[in-house]
């Protein structure tokens, strides 16, 4: 590791410790060309795939985009930040478990449907209306049979 104050090439780690989630390594480490010390994070870093578009074109994946279009779904729902943030980590195990270097923007947004399917009705209706693009209100009458639960003796 490059000394940031001096350049030197040779830092040597005086401390190394495991941060309380387990995934990030915090090291301390000191130059012994100029004397100083500094730290430095070592975390795992993911391969996600790249995103195809419905027009062929394709972007990074973006996180943030998509906690965006979830948090503009759970608009005013009473859904932690800690939910949402756990359901954006289970999509993206599952983009990482597929193994693909590309995979359809469909795809993710069946991801998407899935996990707020499991935090908020609603706001899977929301999400669902938009996604699939609703034209009519028969669309909306299916999505919202499909998330109720059946009525005993009803």
């Known amino acids: 590791m490059k000394c940031p104050y001096c350049a030197g090439g040779d830092t040597q780690v005086v401390d190394s410790r495991v941060n309380e989630d387990g995934d990030t390594i915090r090291r301390r480490r000191r ?3 100029c004397d100083k010390r500094f730290t430095t994070y070592e975390r795992v870093e993911l391969q996600l795939p790249q995103i195809v578009k419905k027009n062929g074109s394709r ?3 973006d996180r943030e985009k998509l906690e965006g ?3 503009l779904a759970l608009r005013k729902r009473p859904v ?3 939910s949402i943030d756990a359901a954006l980590d289970r999509i993206e195990e599952k983009l990482v478990a597929l193994g693909e270097r ?3 923007s469909g795809r ?3 991801l998407v449907m899935r996990e707020l399917k499991k ?3 609603v706001a899977y209706i929301r999400f669902a209306s938009v996604y699939r693009n609703f034209e009519d209100v028969d669309e909306f009458s299916d999505a919202i049979r499909e998330v109720q639960a059946p009525r005993v003796g009803g």
């Open 69 to 71: 279009s979830m948090a």
């Open 80 to 82: 932690t930040t800690e």
């Open 119 to 121: 935090l908020d009705k």
């Open 31 to 33: 130059c012994p060309a």
């Open 59 to 61: 972007a990074a994946y």
């Open 108 to 110: 993710i947004g069946e």
């Open 102 to 104: 590309e995979i359809p």
